[in-house]
């Protein structure tokens, strides 16, 4: 029998003493192996000499005022304290009856892997941890994943300690957890810079609905740390106010930029109440897009979007006249306003780089709402005069008045835009 020599980390040891030659040690059971003789009854002559007739005798101190006491596997089960420890003759008893089993009947002898085998066995788990923690998103399967790897591997090392192995569990239990950990962390510091990404980009100008959209399609849209090009169908809304100059060179900056932000500010709550996007501000106008960042898959989504543009125009119109009968009390002029709706195509992605980016939105689509905005400017029947082009009435299914305006020439367009004036809803 070959007993292999304990090294300073073997099994799960760590830095022990392994000066000698120490061996592992299969302990028989909690309680002596071997009769006792005290040296009382061998002074005395009081004991059977068979017991001890070609025998192994192993002499000792048991004496509960002794301090060779030893901790054993059997200790954590034990209440009494000093039940709970092993006499050193008691343990070198159990040590020998191992050496004569393995000699005599080739009894088995616990092994253990090499501390190579041991770092790969760690990190074997510690990876597998990870990975999971890496792919799965929903937090309760996550941990319900991790603690059933963490019974897996106990479940193996008590298979294994069956069979004679001593491997480490506790350091790979804490491979899963510092994995996990670090992974889980990661993920969380990535999202928060995804999220202060997603909101540089669009701003506070977005309804819950679409921010909720945007964020659980995260992964979707967002690479190497910026929004990728995407051509999808949208709606896009221009706005403006006629014969602002005229208006601004009245006011003094302070008063013409509490002025803007009051109007602007309503503007933006009746886009975000309609479920669009506020893209940019163009000094008194706004430029609204309905149907993204996620992209429509149907026409029944298109034509939401497009229907939720005309009642957002419309609704800007109704507010506007609120504003001005206020703006009227405080001796400012009436505004009026044009808008131009256009659904189409358009390329929207990030625009700029890391340290500056941009929300943009391009294509004809967006150049030919706003050429319906500035249309015949001088034709301006009521307080807002609404724009549409055919491509978005064919959307509206008759859900609101239109009047023809006339034919929009482009150019580098042969086929010129057919233009329809918004007079209302109608009610049916």
Known sequence: ALFKKLQPNSGGYQHIDAQGYPILINYRNSQSIAPKITIKDVLLGDFDPELVKNKIVLIGNT???????????????????????????????????????????DQKLFWYWDES???LWIFSWSIVSGGIAWHIRRPLILLLIIFLALGVLIAISYGIF????????????????MTSGVVIVYKIQESW????????????????????????????????????PKTVTAT??????????????????????NWLNEYLSAMTDIVINHHGIVNKFTGDGVIA????????TSVEEIAIDAQNAVNCALAMGQHLSQLNQKWQEQNS????????????????????GKNRLEYGVIGDSVNIASRLES???ERHPGICRVLIAQETLEYLDKRFSVEPWGDLNLKGKKIPVNVYLVTGKNYF
């Not at 897009?289 to 429509?296: N, Y």
Request: aromatic share 8%; hydrophobic share 45%; no cysteine.
């Open 289 to 296: 897009v309905f149907g993204i960042p996620v992209p429509r």
């Open 236 to 257: 896009i809304l221009f706005t403006d106010l006629k014969n602002f100059s005229t208006i601004s060179e009245k006011k003094t900056s302070e008063a013409l930029m």
């Open 193 to 228: 810079q995804q999220q202060n990404m997603v909101m540089k980009l669009l701003g506070q100008q977005t309804s819950p609905e679409i921010a909720q959209a945007l964020w659980q399609e995260r992964s979707y849209l967002i690479n190497s740390g910026i929004l990728p």
């Open 375 to 377: 249309f015949d400017k």
């Open 117 to 119: 085998t041991e770092i």
């Open 63 to 105: 004496a509960a005022s002794s301090n060779d006491f030893s901790f054993t596997p059997y200790s954590f089960a034990q209440l009494n304290l000093l039940k709970s420890k092993m006499s050193g003759v008691e343990i070198h008893a159990q040590a020998t009856s191992q050496i004569i089993s393995a000699v005599l009947n």
């Open 333 to 352: 002029p009436e505004l009026k306003m044009r808008v131009g709706i256009y659904t189409g195509t358009v390329t929207v992605g990030s625009l700029g």
């Open 162 to 177: 069956i069979k004679m192995g001593w491997i480490p569990v506790a350091a790979p239990i804490l491979g899963i957890f």
